[in-house]
């Protein structure tokens, strides 16, 4: 079993919808990251969080450090937002330093 | 500008010639590690470095070697390069701090292809 687990894997979308992207991990964490990578391969970060919410533009991040989960909203869907989106956490009860990442969802949102 | 550079961008190199990768930041970061990217996998942590001549084993360090002599530079080494590592490699760095290591700032990745 993975240590962590996003769901969906694919997710397709109309432009405009609500989009929730969910993360489950199973160790204990200093932090955890929500991350970007377009179809051309870079990788951008968009949220470090170690609890509770944040939010930049139309994208907001919750972690629940308890239920050891996370989840990454979009709000307003836009085509532009067809991605992967990656969840990683930072292994807390393992060496420091050390990021253990998810397999990732695949967004398409459809114009 | 903020930047972490890999080069090279892509390579198509034989089985056995060693290779060097580097990275290179300017954001004065003391954290930097390095990932490869696989169909199927996702992304896997080879080795990173909390500090200059700190480094430590990531999930998947066989076959790789890495050196932090200066802070802004991580170079990633493949002594023997084997079929299997060809992959997507991304370099990353950020400021790491106490409570987690802040925002990640990848490279743009260096595709290597060993035949």
């Known amino acids: 079993k993975n240590e962590v687990e996003q769901s969906p894997q694919n997710l397709t979308a109309q432009e405009g919808e609500f989009i929730t992207i969910n993360c489950s991990y199973s160790?204990?964490?200093?932090?955890l990251h929500w991350l970007q990578q377009h179809p051309g391969g870079g990788i951008v970060s968009l949220f470090m969080l170690s609890s509770g919410k944040k939010k930049h533009g139309r994208l907001i991040a919750t972690i629940n450090i308890q239920e050891k989960h996370s989840s990454l909203h979009i709000t307003a869907s836009h085509p532009r937002d067809s991605a992967v989106y990656i969840c990683a956490v930072e292994n807390y009860g393992g060496s420091q330093g050390n990021l253990i990442f998810g397999k990732g969802t695949k967004l398409s949102v459809k114009p | 500008e903020a930047q972490v550079t890999q080069n090279p961008r892509y390579l198509i190199t034989v089985t056995g010639k060693k290779l060097t990768v580097t990275c290179s930041q300017n954001?004065?970061?003391?954290?930097m590690s390095w990932y490869r990217q696989d169909p199927g996998l996702g992304l896997r942590q080879i080795y990173y470095s909390m500090n200059v001549e700190v480094t430590d084993k990531g999930d998947v360090p066989e076959g790789y070697k890495v050196s932090r002599k200066e802070k802004r530079n991580f170079p990633l080494i493949l002594e023997s390069p084997s079929p299997n590592q060809t992959s997507l490699y991304f370099c990353?760095?950020?400021?790491?701090?106490?409570?987690?290591?802040?925002?990640?700032?990848f490279g743009e990745g260096s595709r290597l292809t060993v035949l």
């Open positions: 160790v204990g964490i200093s932090a």
């Open positions: 954001m004065n970061h003391e954290y």
């Open positions: 990353a760095s950020s400021f790491g701090q106490i409570e987690g290591y802040g925002e990640l700032f």
